[in-house]
């Protein structure tokens, strides 16, 4: 590093999507900033998350697609295979191409950075790389990993977490996913779709991100086309000679390995927050304003997975540049208004917009509905399956939120992430042309059947 000093406006802890979006902002303000840094080079979106994850998601889908070939005509689909290992290869080679982005960035940054565990000695003291830094306020952003429920710790060779599964030559053969959160969803299905034999297992009978009941059953019911899928159940482990033996009451499955997706935990252990007196969750997270994303009264702020809140990337590049500009400008920039967008790459996609379980917990909302059944493009493109659930206030016909499992459901809910930023009505959504024949049809269905419930009302 090429500073002399160890006295700094603001440091950073962490290079991931938080940590990173925070040294941008950052450095509007002030080149008195350090970056420490620990671990691998990359983020966890690039390295092991929303890049390699939808490279693997779109093989899978890719080799899907031969199954409706023979209905549209088309002949030796039976002659398509996948191969795992080509594959699995593949989806590496497009990973490092963005991790490479990302190694060229922290390169030019080096100026700013050192690489070494943090460790907090006083609020505004961290130690790092054999030395201590002084700071004014300093930004948490150390990112998460997987969480490996106890039962299954013992059989740490057969176990796959994200972090592990795009180094891996093959996929077994028979495999278990444990959690049915977005990334469980996603993997499972992917596997699936790619030939493996998958239990899907989860603790609860709601699944992914959604809340509505019928968008729950929809998923479900796609999900289980590919794959055996047990709910609201937590079977026990058992290694066995043909491999681990999981077991229910009622069920029972032999598996050569198990997939863990039962949530990632924040890197926050190394920091030596108690030392410091926070108050701290079971997961080790301080409480923390989610505002201003500053820890109780401290000059210490959180960002992205560290917080253990939502893990999608455009939240923490929003949390990451509030938290560093609430460090240097004490608490002044709030979150924007944009309603919440949740997608998993599921098929067909799932989708979240705004805050659906608030806003069925109020009488004054009405729902509109649309099935795909029979929607026109879904149609004729043999994806005609799942279901639009939308809802809007009943004075004023305010659009509020929507669940939606259906083809296109990430564009479809953009479409309508647009309509909630902009405080739109279903009325001014519908002048919205909508082209025919066209998978937004499907949309404009529901949103009429929300207005045609508001006006009968």
Not at 379 to 403: P, Q, S, T, V
């Amino acid at each position: 590093m090429a500073r002399t000093y160890h006295e700094f406006d603001l440091i950073i802890i962490g290079a991931g999507t938080a940590g990173l979006s925070a040294l941008k902002e950052a450095k509007k303000y002030t080149d008195n900033v350090l970056l420490i840094h620990d671990g691998s080079i990359g983020t966890t979106c690039a390295r092991v998350g929303c890049m390699p994850s939808k490279s693997l998601i779109h093989a899978a889908k890719l080799y899907d697609t031969h199954k409706k070939m023979p209905d549209a005509g088309i002949v030796g689909s039976e002659l398509i295979k996948p191969d795992l290992p080509k594959i699995l290869k593949s989806v590496r080679e497009k990973r490092d191409h963005f991790v490479s982005y990302i190694k060229e960035e922290m390169e030019s940054l080096q100026d700013y950075m050192v690489q070494g565990t943090a460790r907090y000695e006083t609020p505004t003291t961290i130690r790092a790389d054999g030395r201590l830094f002084h700071t004014k306020s300093s930004v948490i952003a150390t990112g998460s990993s997987p969480f490996i429920p106890k039962k299954y710790e013992e059989f740490e060779s057969q176990l796959i977490t994200s972090d592990t599964l795009f180094e891996r030559r093959d996929l077994p053969n028979r495999l278990a996913v444990v959690g049915m959160g977005a990334i469980g969803l996603e993997m499972a299905q992917a596997f699936a779709m790619l030939g493996v034999d998958v239990t899907a297992i989860n603790r609860s009978k709601k699944v992914g991100v959604v809340s509505d009941a019928k968008i729950n059953n929809t998923i479900i019911e796609a999900l289980a086309e590919d794959m055996k899928i047990w709910l609201n159940t937590d079977p026990d482990v058992k290694q066995t000679p043909e491999g681990l033996l999981l077991r229910t009451k009622t069920q029972e499955a032999t598996v050569d390995a198990i997939f863990v997706a039962a949530g990632r935990k924040p890197s926050l252990s190394k920091l030596g927050l108690k030392r410091l007196g926070l108050n701290t969750n079971g997961n080790g997270v301080p409480s923390f304003n989610r505002y201003s994303m500053q820890v109780q009264g401290y000059p210490i702020y959180i960002a992205g997975d560290a917080t253990d809140e939502r893990a999608v990337l455009h939240e923490a590049v929003n949390e990451g540049e509030r938290a560093a500009y609430n460090a240097l400008h004490s608490g002044n920039k709030h979150a924007p208004h944009h309603g919440g967008l949740q997608i998993i790459f599921t098929k067909p996609v799932t989708a979240v917009v705004g805050d659906t379980e608030y806003a069925m917990r109020h009488d004054d909302i009405v729902i509109g509905e649309a099935d795909f059944e029979d929607q026109g493009r879904a149609k004729i493109e043999g994806e005609n399956f799942g279901k639009i659930r939308l809802f809007a206030d009943r004075n004023g016909g305010y659009l509020r939120g929507a669940e939606i499992m259906a083809p296109a459901a990430e564009h479809l809910a953009h479409f309508l992430s647009l309509g909630l930023v902009q405080h739109l009505t279903l009325k001014q959504i519908l002048k919205t042309p909508f082209y025919h024949p066209s998978l937004e049809e499907g949309l404009k269905s529901a949103l009429e059947n929300a207005l045609e419930k508001i006006e009968e009302g």
